[in-house]
Nanobody
Framework: VQLQASGGGLVQAGVSLRLSCAAS????????MGWFRQAPGKEREFVSA????????YYTASVKGRFTISKNNAKNTVYLQMNSLKPEDTAVYYC????????????????????WGKGTLVTVSS
């Protein structure tokens, strides 16, 4: 299984970025997909998740209303549209996959994931 995240970069506060994560080696339509991030000196944290059907979506509170997760099963790709970026969004963003249902991510989302990509760096300057 390979998860390849892309789309990161250096941007100013207030602008938008769209991250993509291309998956291979798995039956994408049967996997719950998630985005996580790890800021310098901090632990990895959950950002967003989308169920295999795309009908159920979770966001962490700090990104609700600004970030949108989506997936294209035909392209084996999950996206994270990030609007109104803030300096505190600076982090390495990782995509991850699990063949467990999205409900398993409610309590321990990091532990629920089976596969991880290498991450893409997002830096937001003030």
């Amino acid at each position: 299984v390979q998860l390849q995240a892309s789309g990161g970069g250096l941007v100013q506060a207030g602008v938008s970025l769209r991250l993509s994560c291309a998956a291979s080696g798995l039956t994408f339509s049967t996997y719950t997909m998630g985005w996580f991030r790890q800021a310098p000196g901090k632990e990895r944290e959950f950002v967003s998740a989308i169920s295999l059907s795309g009908e159920i979506i979770y966001y962490t509170a700090s990104v609700k209303g600004r970030f949108t997760i989506s997936k294209n099963n035909a392209k084996n790709t999950v996206y994270l549209q990030m609007n109104s970026l803030k300096p505190e969004d600076t982090a390495v963003y990782y995509c991850a996959a699990t063949d467990n249902g999205i409900a398993t991510m409610r309590t321990k989302p990091i532990e629920a994931m089976d596969y991880w990509g290498k991450g893409t760096l997002v830096t937001v300057s003030s």
